[in-house]
């Protein structure tokens, strides 16, 4: 994250996507809600794009409703990681 200001918005999918990955691939919504630091309406604006674009699902665990990676969001999140990371070494 840069200075001190807002986060753009690779910062918050990445913090969404970790979010995710750290809970074992599976976490709730309101879980991922606060650890990215999301109003509701913010991550529910992020979950849309992203189960449209095949990075998340939502998924039904014993009738409560999670959030999951898909194949797709694993390797995007792996990519993701590998920019943030170049960008780093950069100073960007």
Do not use: W
């Amino acid at each position: 994250m840069r200075g001190g200001g807002r986060r753009d918005r690779v910062d918050v999918i990445l913090a969404i996507l970790e979010t995710i990955y750290t809970e074992r691939n599976e976490a709730k919504p309101t879980h991922i809600m606060y650890k990215a630091n999301l109003s509701h309406k913010l991550m529910e604006g992020y979950f849309t794009e992203l189960i449209e674009k095949g990075i998340i699902e939502k998924v039904d665990v014993k009738g409560k409703m999670r959030i999951s990676l898909t194949g797709k969001g694993s390797e995007f999140l792996r990519e993701l990681r590998k920019m943030k990371s170049f960008m780093q070494s950069f100073g960007l």
